[in-house]
């Protein structure tokens, strides 16, 4: 046990002395021992591939406790917004933490955007991407982008033959918007901006994901203001058109605890912040 005492920065006694306590505990002898040689015994032999397991348990919780106190090991989750997810900044930063933390759980949730700013605030969600401004002091705000609003209309319409159209003229065909008690901030933009217009709302069917929306559109059961990143959609019976008004945005914001936020939240905002930055 000599050489293993040095390697293990210890004097042999108290080596030899552990080594028959685990004995004593196992309630078998682990080496058979001569003045001249130490062998392991059969048990030994057996016990070995399961105390190197144990050892290699012990390395990879400490690892894992080093990524936990630097950042960057943990969970994270996500809320988002429907019209969000078809953003190439969501799929960019999404890819981007993923690949830069991969030892991070990150748990993805759909939701609209009025539902995000609780989940926020009561800490069922780290991080919400919504279209709607929070109500509550403990929810944070960041603006990313604003996003330009098309007019989606079915290819059978007369307004898919214009290069543009006005809110005026969408307003003699029933509106699809997301359901009133959803909470959607995209609903939320586009009646701010008729109202701002001075232009009346003509209600029609309602839609509780985006995809829906778009798909009421192409069977000609209305018309729609969406995000143009909706756009990559693609339906086959639905035309974008760009508005006349040059005020018809829909905001891109990123919602996080307004007091202490966690590592990996900043670590998301500054994935996220650095990709906004260069498009």
Known sequence: FGRAAIRLHLAQPPLTRQISALEAQLGFKLFDRTSRTVT??????????????????VDLAQA?????????????SVGYASSIALSDLFSQAIQSFARQFPDVQLTLVESA??????QVADGRLDIGLSRMVPQRPEVQALSLAEERLLAAVSKGSPLATLAEVSLAQLSAYPLILFPADYGSGLNQSIEQLYRHH?????LGPTGRQITSIIAL?????GVALVPECTQSLMNKGVTYRPLV???????????TPAETKSVLVEAFLSVIAGISHTR
Not at 64 to 76: E, P, R
Not at 217 to 221: F, I
Request: aromatic content about 6%; glycine content about 14%; hydrophobic content about 45%.
């Open 113 to 118: 955007s009025g539902s995000l700013c609780a």
């Open 198 to 202: 001075g232009v009346r709302l003509h």
């Open 245 to 255: 008004e040059g005020d018809a945005y829909a905001q891109l914001l990123v919602l």
């Open 217 to 221: 559109v192409a069977a000609g059961q």
């Open 64 to 76: 894992i406790a080093d990524k936990l106190a630097a950042g960057t090991a943990g969970q994270l």
């Open 40 to 57: 392991l015994t059969a048990q030994g032999r057996s016990f070995l591939p399961y105390a190197r397991g144990v050892l290699e348990q």
